[in-house]
């Protein structure tokens, strides 16, 4: 029992309950907890699959930058009057394509994936500059903005969140109750030995890219709908939140260790200490701060937490040969 009350994940939940608590009726009232399910929803969608890309032992920096791709894929595609029922499986489409091109340069050249997404993270963003320029479009159908924009009926959920809801059980099942998951464990934790054991480290690796590149278009989609406007500099920095929620979560940067429950803990800490803030009428460079003072602590409490637990352990078997000594 003691042992699961000293786990990050538990820590996380009761930080969550604590900041409900001190944001009181004005935070648990039904029309706030719409707005931060709809503040956090692009947030959520990317760090699903970027949970999969750390535990690997890589990262992905490009996110934000694939979905302001997206964004302006979809205001381009607009203007040449396609229908939105063909726009958007082309824009997913498309940010799989921009997750294979990263995971191609990381695996098939060996190039570290910090170095190759910091270059694709400019280059997303130039190609939907490229695509937009500095205009907008904001004449979408209301039957389609409505999906970011009202609650799922008679609940007080917004739509992306159910969507979010749905492709994290996919996701769970696929980390923690799949073959597949256990090869990203393995990657994560020793490289070598896992190619040695016979999985395909390369294909696993690429296939966790592209599934992020077209989870970020996906949160694109998502972000354009429900602010009724495609632009080119849409989620610009978003991918410092998203890092931040995965190690929060008590993700290793290393690889190797980590849950989705605990990430989804981790965003729901982040988006409530953010929204707590809004609700005080904070300053956006006051939340930039908490976001970076947050990515500090996903990287170092984790580790910390594991530390402790074990000095704890050991001074409890300690404890116990020493009495066990003083007893013959």
Known sequence: MRDRLLRWETVLVLAVVVVALVGGGDFLNGKNLFYLGLDIGEIALIALPLTLVIVAGEIDLSVASVLGLSSALIGTLWNAGLPLETILPIVVLAGAVCGAVNGLLVTGFGLPSLAVTIGTLALYRGLALVLLGDTAVADFPASYTRFGTTPVPGTDFPYPIMVFAVLAVAFGVLLHGSSFGRAIYAIGANTEAARFSGIRVKRTKLILFTLTGAVAALAGVVYTLRFSSARADNGTGLELAVVAAVLLGGVSIFGGKGSLGGVIAGVLLLGGLRNLLILD???????????????????LAPPSAVRFARWRASRSTAGRSILKEATR
């Open 281 to 299: 009428d904070v300053s956006t460079e006051t939340l930039t701060i908490v976001t970076g003072l947050l990515l500090l602590v996903g990287v």
